[in-house]
């Protein structure tokens, strides 16, 4: 069965960390962009950011940068994000997901994979 599974969403402070991981069972990796889009109440989902299978290339968005790390280990064919000195705005549903290579962008039109998205909530 072709599946994301996610895990460590939850509740934390502000200026907190929380870990999320992302594990593929069924789909290959090669090839692929794996990473996160978050959705907060009332606006679309966006894009987190991602790690290239070809080269471990990463991106993040402008306001995760600096704060967010994604990384990942094949042999478990998990990817992570560690999420550092979280801040209200981060919270959100975020989702696993993963995009061919040759697709070249980030977006939910490319998107072939979804995770079934955990809860990231920050509030003191």
């Known amino acids: 069965q072709e599946q994301l599974v996610e895990s460590g969403g939850g509740l934390v402070q502000p200026g907190g960390s929380l870990r999320l991981s992302c594990t593929a069972s069924g789909i290959p990796l090669d090839w692929r962009m794996i990473g996160w889009f978050r959705q907060a109440p009332g606006k679309e989902r966006e894009g987190v950011s991602y790690?290239?299978?070809?080269?471990?290339?990463?991106w993040y968005s402008d306001s995760v940068k600096g704060r967010f790390t994604i990384s990942r280990d094949d042999a478990k064919k998990t990817a992570y994000l560690q999420m550092d000195s979280l801040k209200s705005e981060d919270t959100a549903v975020y989702y696993c997901a993963t995009v061919p290579l040759s697709r070249g962008l980030w977006t939910t039109s490319y998107v072939e994979y979804w995770g079934q998205g955990t809860q990231v909530t920050v509030s003191s």
């Open positions: 790690i290239r299978s070809s080269d471990d290339g990463t």
